[in-house]
């Protein structure tokens, strides 16, 4: 009996076993047959790529098109329908264009901080908000008249902040990059007079708007050391803001800390010395 047993269990697992692997080469010969329905899918999809490629060169042949027939920028500011940007434009092309010397966006500023800002505590130091200042900064580079004195720019650390980014953004500060070893070189001459009449030297020879320019800012900064005792603003306050602002290398290196001591130093002499480097020969 037993025998027999084992002989039946052996022929139901054989025949199992066969039925198996009937059933998954049906199943698999199934699968291989591709049904109706799924060449339909195939062939649409065929199409739809093909033409969703046609349309993609169709779009690139009309956009090579439109750059290619398109108008320069040049044309487009000489129609007036793309206005000159006052901030990031260099300084002599801000001043061509408004045929002066001294940026018109400068004296504004200048003038409403001596309105109502010299006797303001950290004025230059404290800095304003600067999503107005950004606000601020559109409206020059859009409009072309502006009034300092609106209700939203009542907060005078706006305008102080909007004037320093104006000199940041300066592609070439308002000291040269060719004349800054020199002054650097100037501002360590050890005799005062002598250290005096070579920085005077040096800012005759600059450009036009660049000098003007300077002539006029450093005069203003001049006013606001004059209040230290109600604003807290010394010269050697307003050479730390400044100096960095104004006085830079072209290619910043490892003397980084270095550079900056002679920058706040150059623009602390030149306010604490105004009148014998800007006064005329005579003075």
Known sequence: PKERSCTSRNLEFKLRRSSSIELLN????????????HRKSLIFRLNYSASDTNDRNRVKSRLKKFISRRPSLKTLQEKGLIK???FGSHLHLVCEHERSTVPQFVRLCIKAVERRGLDVDGI???SGNLATIQKLRFVVNQEEKLNLDDSQ??????????????????????????????????IKIQDNAT????IRSLVKKLPRPNYDTMKILFEHLKKIAAKESVNLMSTQSLGIVFGPTLLRPEKETGNMAVHM??????VELMLSEYSKIFGSEED
């Open 261 to 266: 001591l002679y920058q706040n130093q150059i």
């Open 124 to 126: 230059y130091r404290v």
């Open 84 to 86: 000159d940007q006052i």
């Open 26 to 37: 049906s199943l698999d010969t199934e699968s291989k047959e591709p049904k109706p329905e």
């Open 153 to 186: 720019w009542e907060d005078i650390h706006v305008v102080t902040g909007a004037l320093k980014m104006f000199f940041r953004e300066l592609p070439e500060p308002l000291f040269p990059y060719c004349f800054f070893e020199q002054f650097v070189e100037a």
């Open 195 to 198: 250290r005096i009449k070579s």
